[in-house]
């Protein structure tokens, strides 16, 4: 089972509408869940970060996390064509020696049909 | 105020050759990573450095070497190049006394081996 798990798409979604793109992770210890956005040929950039359970709003994203059944979500409201791209869902786990690493997934690639 | 820069772009390499990819970043951060990127894999950790002078192997370190020669730069080293070390190379870095612990990635190497 891969650390962090995310249907690699593509998805489809038409202008205007929400776009759900979704991610599990199999460490229970994971404590911080992050969303990148990666233009194709660019590199990742950070859109959102998540540490509790329940959704976290920024503009027209919305995070949302559930640790008791390991999912991490973001919505994208009211889509446009420029979130065209690929979402790289990533997970971190403090060791006890104070080691932080993020464990990427494999991205979901997301098209915007105008 | 350029955030992380890495070099070169792009190179083509014969298998066996060497070679040293540069970072550097000018956000005063402790840590820096080094990743790599291929098709279907995600993001995968190569090597690390949690603070100046420290380093630590990721997921994937066989056949390469890294160095953080200070707080600013850190270098990634391939010391005989082989067919499968053909990647996009992602340098990184974050502030962990950030509370969010943003990783800023920089705009990546296309490495081509032969």
Redesign the interface.
Known sequence: QKEVEQNSGPLSVPEGAIASLNCTYSDRGSQSFFWYRQYSGKSPELIMFIYSNGDKEDGRFTAQLNKASQYVSLLIRDSQPSDSATYLCAVKRVSNFGNEKLTFGTGTRLTIIP | NAGVTQTPKFQVLKTGQSMTLQCAQDMNHN?MYW?RQDP??????IY?S?SEGTT?K?EVPNGYNVSRLNKREFSLRLESAAPSQTSVY?CASSD?TDN?????????TRLTVL
Do not use: I, W
């Open positions: 840590s990743y279907g894999m995600g993001l995968r950790l690390y949690a630590d990721g992602f962990l969010t612990d943003t990783q800023y990635f920089g705009p990546g």
